[in-house]
């Protein structure tokens, strides 16, 4: 089957700090990989994509490399943001079907200190 | 382009009443589908509909929710006879259909918070 595993939250980290939020995940086949970042009280904002094994995936700073060897998706941000606090959901869409079910993990909270 | 909009964005309701959501998909999009999304965890796939045919429900749909999507632009959400269990956040994406039948990326909306008293 399909899933997605995150990294649990949370995660507290001062301004400009590394940031690396692991994701791995299983597929039938070959999914497309997204993360997406949810603010207090508003939906899911895409935030990086990448349809295929090697692709990086990369949006405001934020970057992330599909790999199929590891079955990984781990975002990573040089120098995080108190802006960037905000929970991120690693997913994936199901290549078996031709609607693109998507599967979630269960979302990383990041704190980011001043 | 305004994104995809949801109505209302959030419901109290006490146990038993009958509740609808509504979702307003980007307007070219063909596809739309509908998440639930409790406290702490990630979204999970309810259903999907291409233009106005209701092509995939999850098991999570049980017979007392029920979404149409009449003219293939907007959709409602219906919950009757409410639990408290229904309490989660409703979100609902749109996305385009490509050549060859895969879809482009989901664009959510701002969820519906359902609380069941």
């Known amino acids: 089957g399909n899933s997605v595993t995150q990294m649990e939250g949370p995660v507290t980290l001062s301004e400009e700090a590394f940031l690396t939020i692991n994701c791995t995940y299983t597929?039938?086949?070959?999914?497309?990989l997204f993360w997406y970042v949810q603010y207090p009280g508003e939906g899911l904002q895409l935030l990086l994509k990448?349809?295929?094994?090697?692709d990086k995936g990369s949006n405001k700073g934020f970057e992330a490399t599909y790999r199929k060897e590891t079955t990984s998706f781990h975002l990573e941000k040089g120098s995080v943001q108190v802006s960037d606090s905000a929970v991120y959901f690693c997913a994936l869409s199901d290549p078996g079907n031709n609607f693109n079910k998507f599967y979630f993990g269960s979302g990383t909270k990041l704190n980011v200190k001043p | 382009d305004t994104g995809v909009s949801q109505n209302p964005r959030h419901k109290i309701t006490k146990r038993g009443q009958n509740v609808t959501f509504r979702c307003d998909p980007i307007?070219?999009?063909?596809?739309l589908y509908w998440y639930r999304q409790t406290l702490g965890q990630g979204p999970e796939f309810l259903t999907y509909f291409q233009n106005e045919a209701q092509l995939e429900k999850s098991r999570l749909l049980s017979d007392r929710f029920s979404a149409e999507r009449p003219k293939g632009s907007f959709s409602t959400l219906e919950i009757q006879r409410t639990e408290q269990g229904d309490s989660a956040m409703y979100l609902c994406?749109?996305?385009?259909?490509?050549?060859?039948?895969?879809?482009?990326?989901?664009?959510f909306g701002p969820g519906t918070r359902l609380t069941v008293l």
């Open positions: 597929a039938t086949g070959y999914p497309s």
């Open positions: 994406a749109s996305s385009l259909a490509l050549a060859g039948g895969q879809s482009d990326t989901q664009y």
């Open positions: 990448a349809t295929k094994a090697d």
């Open positions: 307007s070219e999009h063909n596809r």
